[in-house]
Nanobody, 119 residues
Framework: QVQLVESGGGSVQAGGSLRLSCAAS????????MAWHRQAPGKQRELVAV???????NYADSVKGRFTISRDNHKNTVYLQMNSLKPEDTGVYYC?????????????WGQGTQVTVSS
């Protein structure tokens, strides 16, 4: 069984920074992609950033130039460095990964971590 565990959320003032981490554990043979999504109150969950095997990275337009996604393959961990945070970045941030292990490649989700940005 694969588990994703997030950490690093919290409260910060506008203009501040936070770094989220997400570690995958369990029977892992390959990680196709790792991503961060977020869900603001009353809104649908949206993709924030994704990093794919081979190095391709994509960001939501709203976070380009402010957020950086990175991955440590040895630790099966993905990070999200968030700078110049805005109140509209507030929400629950979820880690997601497409992982092949004991089962064929499928999507896994973390439990979510709260990020609150005050003005």
């Amino acid at each position: 069984q694969v588990q994703l565990v997030e950490s690093g959320g919290g409260s910060v003032q506008a203009g501040g920074s936070l770094r989220l981490s997400c570690a995958a554990s369990g029977t892992i043979f390959s990680i196709v992609a790792m991503a961060w999504h977020r869900q603001a109150p009353g809104k649908q969950r949206e993709l924030v950033a994704v990093t794919r095997s081979g190095g391709r990275i994509n960001y939501a337009d709203s976070v380009k130039g402010r957020f950086t996604i990175s991955r440590d393959n040895h630790k099966n961990t993905v990070y999200l460095q968030m700078n110049s945070l805005k109140p509209e970045d507030t929400g629950v941030y979820y880690c997601a990964a497409a992982i092949g292990g004991a089962l064929p490649v499928r999507d896994y989700w973390g439990q979510g971590t709260q990020v609150t940005v005050s003005s």
